[in-house]
């Protein structure tokens, strides 16, 4: 049985409530207080300085890039933008962390409540948020598995980050999975975050908590952390469920605490006693003015805003007439709605557009990795090489197998499909009496078969079909070569 399908015991009795604190590593190019390169890998703590390694008598430099990023996603998420919000100190020790304490923010950040709207099995759940903030990343633990050292890399200390805190609306694996997916797109979309969940900078940890099922009361909370992957959440979240279901109904008691979750062996392992804010003995940071938000530069910001995914999704179907599954596909990302569009520009047949590039083109991205970046750049072919291939597939110029055909050698030579079509001569025979000549030499070949098609078996008629382009080596109109097939064979 794997972890997913352990949740499922606690259906009965239980239900589970999640709520989801996911940090967002911002793409920013220097940190959030100081101008140290804010990217990923590097040799260890060679992107340091004096003021991220949180040397005395140094002094933090706001970022107003990372202001503006929380702007953004504030305003995407429906959120309420502080004009006046205030930073904090986070205090705890350990060794990731120089200084002894994080800058965050804590009773006023920069965006309050928001929802998000999730598509989960074919319907819209609204999941709300408790609030964006942003803070700074801490260094790394490296642990040696063979010795009795741990190494600190503190590249990524100052590294800014959007903490996104849901309300536990969620109830089940699958919805946590569907909200963090939906949130990564929107960060995407945003171009404020690449998403990466195993670099680390798209990063999730899960309140999660079971009630007797009809009950209000939340339950006692475990949280969740170490998971790299959104299978890993569900699964993680799923395990979780299932095990404080089997501590209840044994009578036991579940504790509030943090634990990890062990991929290998595919369940959460304790970890240390949860904290409460009160354990990090938070008071505004002395070296950092209150953060004053201008309605013109939320107005400034709110200008810049794409087209988000919802709205595009929603535009798809309604204006294009697409199936709610190729919009959804479709605006998954935003460079890959980006294309889309370009195709339909190039040709307007949207249909044949979403065809294409959810079939032949994804396939190609998939299959070079193009989609490990966070904007492709390279696709196979251009957008206006294939709205022309479409076109011609439209003008009967050639049929949907030579399309094909056209279509691999685009992607080999970067040719627009017209001058491969002419160089080739593939363009498509739709001369009656040419395909019809084919046709009296294919039944004349096989008499047997025309006379078992004329005792009833109809499904013949696709033999004939594909002996009569086989004789045209493909050119033969598709359309012509039934119907003056099924007038002959009458």
């Known amino acids: 049985m794997s972890a997913v399908d352990r949740s499922a015991g606690a259906g009965a009795t239980y239900e589970a409530v999640i709520g989801l604190e996911v940090h967002a590593e911002l793409l920013t190019a220097s940190k959030i207080f100081c101008g140290c390169p804010a990217i990923f890998g590097g040799a260890p703590n060679q992107h340091t300085c004096p003021v991220c390694l949180g040397m005395p008598g140094v002094l933090p430099v706001l970022n107003r890039r990372v202001v503006e990023f929380a702007i953004r996603a504030g305003l995407a998420a429906h959120c309420t933008i502080a004009p006046y919000s205030r930073w904090a100190r986070k205090n705890y020790?350990?060794?990731?962390?120089?200084?002894?304490?994080?800058?965050?923010?804590y009773e006023l950040p920069i965006c309050a409540g928001g929802w998000l709207d999730v598509p989960v099995d074919g319907t819209t759940k609204r999941v709300r948020l408790t609030r964006i903030h942003m803070e700074e990343d801490t260094g790394k633990n490296i642990h040696d598995a063979h010795g009795s050292e741990s190494l600190v890399d503190f590249n990524r200390c100052g590294v800014p980050l959007l903490e996104i805190v849901s309300e536990p609306d969620l109830s089940s694996p699958a919805e946590a999975g569907a909200y963090l997916r939906a949130l990564r797109t929107l960060v995407r979309y945003l171009g404020i975050c690449?998403?990466?969940?195993?670099?680390?900078?798209?990063?999730?940890?899960?309140?999660v908590s079971v009630r007797p099922r009809g009950t209000i009361a939340l339950g006692v909370k475990a949280e969740v952390k170490n998971m790299n992957s959104f299978r890993s959440v569900e699964k993680a979240i799923a395990y979780e469920i299932a095990r404080q279901a089997r501590v209840l109904e044994e009578g036991g008691r579940v504790v509030q605490e943090t634990r990890l979750w062990d991929?290998?062996?595919?369940?959460?392992?304790?970890?240390?006693?949860?904290e409460s804010a009160h354990d990090y003995r938070y008071f505004p940071d002395p070296d950092l003015p209150p953060l004053l938000v201008s309605h013109e530069l939320v107005a400034e910001v709110g200008r810049s805003m794409p087209e988000l995914p919802d709205a595009r999704r929603t535009r798809f179907v309604a204006s294009l007439n697409l199936p709610e599954y190729d919009a959804e596909v479709l605006t998954s990302r935003r460079d890959l709605a980006d294309y889309f569009e370009a195709v339909v520009a190039a040709h307007p047949n949207a249909k044949a557009a979403s065809n294409w590039v959810m079939g032949d083109v994804l396939r190609l991205v998939k299959e070079?990795?193009?989609?490990?970046?966070?904007?492709?750049?390279?696709?196979?072919?251009?957008?206006?090489?294939?709205?022309e291939l479409i076109a011609l597939i439209d003008e009967g110029a050639i049929s949907g197998k030579i399309a094909k055909t056209v279509f691999e050698e685009m992607v080999a030579t970067g040719e627009a499909p017209r001058a491969i079509v002419a160089a080739r001569g593939l363009t498509q025979v739709s001369d009656e009496g040419a395909i019809a000549a084919a046709?009296?030499?294919?039944?004349?070949?096989h008499p047997d078969k025309v006379?078992?098609?004329?005792?009833?078996?109809?499904k013949l008629l696709g033999f004939f079909v594909?002996?009569?382009?086989?004789?045209?080596?493909?050119k033969a109109n598709p359309t012509l070569v039934n119907r003056l097939l099924v007038e002959k064979l009458r």
């Open 451 to 458: 006379a078992d098609f004329r005792a009833g078996k109809d």
């Open 263 to 274: 991929a290998d062996r595919e369940e959460t392992r304790s970890m240390r006693s949860k």
């Open 93 to 105: 020790f350990y060794p990731d962390l120089a200084k002894g304490y994080q800058i965050s923010q």
């Open 466 to 474: 594909g002996q009569v382009m086989k004789a045209t080596a493909g």
């Open 368 to 387: 070079r990795k193009l989609d490990d970046a966070l904007v492709i750049t390279e696709w196979p072919v251009a957008a206006a090489h294939l709205g």
């Open 439 to 445: 046709i009296d030499g294919v039944l004349a070949a």
């Open 194 to 207: 690449d998403g990466n969940m195993e670099e680390g900078s798209f990063r999730c940890d899960a309140n």
